[in-house]
């Protein structure tokens, strides 16, 4: 293993509620390159990367992040085989993907940040892995984008800020009504302990093309999330189904700027579909349902925070306008903002795949170089 390193002051990051909700998950996701990458380019890419964000070398002590701190893993090899026989129909190989240690991270013994390069006959696999203590998926792949950006000896012009007093600046309320809010149902409880005391399947991938994506976005006028999160729907059988989507907050909620480095994104409340609704249906109630709540940001997001802060096992958002009974609850996380094809090419060579985010949540909406896919926890499926 080799190690990029820099020297510098120490900074002190303060992690919010938020980011210590997620303190013992890794973001980790690779690129599949048909074409040789330069370790001596991508080694000062990674240099200048740190110097950027120190941060991202910072180490975890007594609850707060110390950075800069020693160096970020970088692991190179070489391996026999080729890139095009690698199956992109389940999870990558643990082999390939970065390593990250996270009880070493929480001891304060390892980085936010690593990364892998594997070196095969007709190709690379890129991995890198971070935690997701400091950032959320816009963050992580705003990072990775620049990066590569340096990689090209490009000039990076827009830059995350830092500032973990962001999130400590807005309001939480003193006290909610618990009746008013939606208990996590079974639904989502029992397949997060399947997961957690069983070894999990691949998710189920399910490709959707552009092209029927863009007639559908003609047909009915709707956002492609609302168009994919459709599709789940229709998979898991047109049963009576809540769809809960996790929105970034940044620029949203007045507090938070685009430019924020750390986690702003969380759950919005449910929107309930009946069961044996169209596809066509679901679709424009479920678009009609995410403008409505996005207009409501700065009233759900402060609740949320409470919700964290009490360790309740509850979503933050009112039942006064949904069903009586409970309909089974699926959490819906979109990437599909991210252009990890385009923007991530390397030495003028796209990535022909590009594995998801290794992230618990059922259903995963996720580009491809022709269209999205679906990722969908198989347990779901039965």
């Keep these: 293993m080799n190690e990029v390193s820099i020297k510098g002051e120490n900074r002190i990051w303060k992690p919010s509620l938020l980011d210590n909700a997620c303190r013992d998950m890794v973001i980790s996701s690779s690129w599949l390159y048909e074409v040789e990458l330069d370790e001596i380019r991508m080694r000062k890419a990674l240099s200048l990367l740190l110097e950027i964000y120190p941060i991202l070398g910072g180490r975890f002590v007594d609850g707060t992040v110390i950075y800069p701190s020693l160096e970020l893993p970088f692991c190179i090899r070489r391996e026999r085989g080729r890139i095009s026989d690698i199956d992109t129909s389940i999870t990558l190989d643990k082999k390939y993907v970065a390593p990250f240690d996270v009880k070493g991270m929480r001891k304060g013994e390892g980085p936010m940040f690593s990364l892998s390069m594997t070196i095969m006959e007709d190709g690379t696999i890129l991995s890198i892995s971070a935690s997701h203590l400091i950032m959320d998926g816009r963050c992580f792949y705003s990072i990775v984008s620049t990066l590569l950006s340096l990689y090209r000896g490009e000039e990076v012009k827009e830059k995350l800020l830092f500032d973990d007093s962001v999130i400590k600046h807005i309001r939480i309320p003193k006290e909610i009504k618990f009746e008013d809010f939606y ?75 685009l430019s924020y480095g750390g986690n702003a994104s969380s759950p919005v ?114």
């Design 183 to 257: 208990k996590i149902p079974r639904s989502i409880l029992f397949p997060m302990l399947r997961r957690a005391f069983k070894k999990s399947q691949p998710p189920e991938r399910i490709f959707i093309s552009e092209e029927k994506i863009r007639k559908m976005k003609e047909d009915m006028g709707v956002s492609r999330t609302s168009i994919l999160s459709a599709m789940v729907y229709e998979l898991l059988g047109r049963r009576k189904l809540s769809i809960v989507q996790t929105v970034d907050h940044r620029a949203r909620v007045k507090d938070i700027p």
């Design 269 to 382: 409340p449910p929107i309930g579909l009946e069961a044996g609704l169209s596809v066509s249906n679901a679709a424009k109630i479920l678009d009609d349902g995410i403008k409505k709540q996005l207009t409501k940001d700065e009233m759900y997001f402060p609740s949320y925070l409470f919700l964290l802060k009490n360790k309740s096992p509850y979503l933050p958002f009112s039942l006064k306008d949904l069903l009586k009974k409970n309909p089974d609850t699926i959490v819906v996380n979109s990437f599909l903002s991210f252009d990890v094809y385009g923007a991530f090419s390397c030495d003028g060579v796209e990535p022909y795949y590009v594995f998801p985010p290794s992230l618990p949540d059922p259903v995963r909406l996720f580009p491809a170089a022709r269209g999205a896919y679906i990722f969908i926890d198989p347990s779901l499926l039965l």
